[in-house]
């Protein structure tokens, strides 16, 4: 599984961007797909997950601002993210996992991309 995140940058507090995720390899029939961020000295938090059959997690920092979705004919995981804020910043991972009876809203994610880095400036 190959995973290879786009569109972060730098934006000032207000602004908006939308991240990408493209993704090859992915065999599970069911399976979830999450957005992290991981702020510079800080532990890695889910950000936003949604799994294959479409149901939605969002962590309670970007309820109402962050919204997750995917294109399974391109294989392709967005995040579009709006009033960002500078407790934003942070670099954004995107990752997969086999979905679980648990749902999506879990840590244990198999695969993982590099990540983009998002800047949020006051």
């Known amino acids: 599984v190959q995973l290879v995140e786009s569109g972060g940058g730098s934006v000032q507090a207000g602004g908006s961007l939308r991240l990408s995720c493209s993704a090859s390899?992915?065999?599970?029939?069911?399976?979830?797909w999450g957005w992290f961020r991981q702020p510079p000295g800080k532990g890695q938090e889910l950000v936003s997950a949604i799994s294959s059959d479409g149901s939605t997690y969002y962590g309670d920092s970007v309820k109402s601002r962050f919204t997750i979705s995917k294109d399974s004919a391109k294989n392709t995981l967005y995040l579009e993210m709006n009033t960002l804020k500078p407790e934003d910043t942070a670099m954004y991972l995107c990752?997969?996992?086999?979905?679980?009876?648990?749902?999506?809203?879990?840590?244990?994610?198999?695969?993982w991309g590099l990540g983009t880095q998002v800047t949020v400036s006051s």
């Open positions: 990752a997969a996992s086999e979905w679980h009876a648990g749902g999506c809203a879990h840590y244990n994610y198999n695969y």
């Open positions: 390899g992915i065999t599970y029939s069911k399976f979830c």
